[in-house]
C-alpha cells in the first residue's frame, strides 16, 4: 500500500449514521439545558444508543462538544463576516463581543472549557477557537483603523473578557442585558 495515499474516512452506514446524529441531537438539548458536564451516559441513554455506542462516535466529552456544538460555531462565523463589513467597525466589535459572549453562556460550562482549548493546540474545541481569534483579530483591526479602539488591545484582551462575560453569566445567572452593560463599561476604558 502507497503510504502517500491518505485513507478518506469512509462513511458511515444507515444505521450508524442516525446513531451519530441522534447523539449529537440529544448530546446539544442536554448541554444547553445542563451544562457541558452532563453525563455522557446519561446522553447516550436518552439517545437510544448504549454508552459504547456514543464513545465510538466520540472518544471523549470535547470531541463531542465540538461536533454538537458545529453549526452554531459556522452561525458565529457567518456574523463574523457579516460584521466585516458593517459601516460602524466599533460597533461590529461590540455586537461580536456580546454575539461570543451569548454564545459561549448559552451552555453551562463552556467558557471554561473554551479557555483551555486556547492553550491547547490538541483539544477538539481548539480549531474553533483559532476561528474565533481570528475573526475578533480582524474586527479588532478595523476598530482599531477606525480609532474606536486603542493600539495596544489585543484580540487575546478581548476574547478573554467575553469570555469572562460568559463565565459571569453562567454562574451569576446575569442577563444579556448585564453583559452588553459590563461590556459597554470595559469597551468604554478602551478608547
Known sequence: MNSDVSLAKRPLRADAQRNYDRILEVALEVFTQSGIQASLDDIACQAGVGPGTLYRHFPNRECLLAAALDESWRGLARTSDDLMTATDAGRALRSWLIEISHHMGVYGGLPDSVAK??????????????????????????????????QDVTADDLLTIAN?????????????????????????GLR
Open 164 to 188: 469572562s462575560l460568559a463565565w459571569a453569566t453562567d454562574k451569576n445567572g446575569s442577563s444579556q442585558d448585564d453583559v452588553a452593560r459590563l461590556l459597554d463599561i470595559f469597551l468604554a
Open 117 to 150: 482549548a486556547f492553550s491547547d493546540d490538541q483539544s477538539p474545541l481548539a480549531p474553533r477557537c483559532s476561528l474565533l481569534g481570528k475573526s475578533t483579530s480582524g474586527l479588532l483591526a478595523r476598530a482599531q483603523d477606525a480609532g474606536a479602539v486603542r
